[in-house]
C-alpha cells in the first residue's frame, strides 16, 4: 500500500514494543523518516535494527516522556534530524491495574504523568512545527476511554482525557492547519497482553485458553473473539 509518506517524518512515543513498535514499522515501510521514543535503550535499537532501509532513516531517542524537559528534547531533536515533522503518534504509556481501593496517589499521578501529560507536552512542543507542514497528531487511547473497568479505574480515567484532549486540539487544529485524532484500539495481541493472559493463568490454575475466555468474560466480550495482531513483525529472539 502506498500511502504517499515517502519523504516526510514521524515521532512515535512509546516506539519500543507493542502498536508503537508496529505503527513505526508501517511508517518507515510507507518511506517516512521516524523518530522512535521510549525508556529502554535496548528495545530502541532493535527495532531501528528491524525497520530502517534505503530511502528512510530512524532516530532513536532515550527519554522518560514523564519528564517535561524530555518531550520538547525529542521533538527538537526530531526537527533537527529530518528538517521537517509531519506527524506526531502519541502512543506511550502505561497505567496499573488493580482494586480501585488499593491504588494509590503515586498510581494515579504515574499513569497520568506518562500517558495524558507526555501528549500534552509532546504536542504542544511539536505544534509551530506541524504548523509549517500542514501535519498531524494522532493520540492512541485504548477502548477503556468509552467502556469503564473495575479492574481499569487509572487507564480508562487517563484515556478519556486523551479523548477530550483531541477534540480540544482538534478544534483548534482547525485555525493552525493541524489535524488531529485518536485511536480506540481494544485488546491487541502484544507483550503487555501476553503479560496479563499469564497472571490470569497463575492465580487460577487456568489454561492459556480459558484464561483468555475469562479475561474475555469480565470485558464482557463474546468467547473466542478472534485476536487481533498488532503487526505482521517477528517476535522477539528469546534469550
Same mark, same amino acid.
Given at each position: ?112 504523568? $506518562?500517558?495524558?501529560?507526555? =501528549?500534552? *507536552? ?6 509551530? %512545527?506541524?504548523?509549517?507542514?500542514? @501535519? &498531524? /497528531? ?26 477530550? $484532549?483531541?477534540?480540544?486540539? =482538534?478544534? *483548534? ?6 489535524? %488531529?485524532?485518536?485511536?480506540?484500539? @481494544? &485488546? /491487541? ?26 479475561? $474475555? ?23
Amino acid at each position: 500500500m502506498d500511502l504517499d509518506l515517502r519523504g516526510q517524518a514521524a515521532i512515535v512515543t512509546g516506539g519500543s514494543r507493542g502498536i508503537g513498535r508496529a505503527i513505526a514499522a508501517r511508517l518507515a515501510q510507507e518511506g517516512m523518516d521516524v523518530a522512535i521514543a521510549a525508556r529502554d535503550a535496548r528495545q530502541l535499537q532493535r527495532v531501528k535494527s528491524e525497520i530502517e532501509g534505503p530511502g528512510r532513516r530512524i532516530l532513536t531517542q532515550v527519554a522518560d516522556l514523564s519528564e517535561a524537559g524530555a518531550c520538547a528534547t525529542l521533538v527538537l531533536a526530531a526537527a533537527e534530524a529530518f528538517g521537517r515533522l509531519d506527524l506526531v503518534v502519541n502512543n506511550a504509556g502505561a497505567t496499573k491495574r488493580g482494586d480501585f481501593l488499593q491504588l494509590t496517589d503515586e498510581d494515579w499521578a504515574t499513569g497520568f504523568g $506518562l500517558k495524558l501529560m507526555a =501528549a500534552v *507536552r509532546v504536542s504542544r512542543a511539536a505544534w509551530p %512545527v506541524l504548523m509549517r507542514t500542514n @501535519g &498531524s /497528531i494522532i493520540n492512541i487511547a485504548g477502548v477503556g476511554a468509552r467502556t469503564g473497568n473495575a479492574e481499569f479505574t487509572i487507564g480508562g480515567s487517563v484515556n478519556s482525557a486523551m479523548l477530550n $484532549l483531541t477534540k480540544a486540539l =482538534a478544534d *483548534r487544529g482547525v485555525k493552525d492547519g493541524v489535524r %488531529v485524532n485518536a485511536i480506540n484500539p @481494544g &485488546s /491487541i495481541v502484544t507483550d503487555r497482553l501476553t503479560l496479563r493472559i499469564e497472571r490470569v493463568m497463575a492465580e487460577h490454575k487456568l489454561s492459556h485458553d480459558d484464561a483468555y475466555n475469562r479475561m $474475555l468474560a469480565d470485558a464482557r466480550i463474546p468467547k473466542m473473539m478472534p485476536a487481533v495482531f498488532c503487526a505482521s513483525l517477528p517476535p522477539w529472539p528469546k534469550e
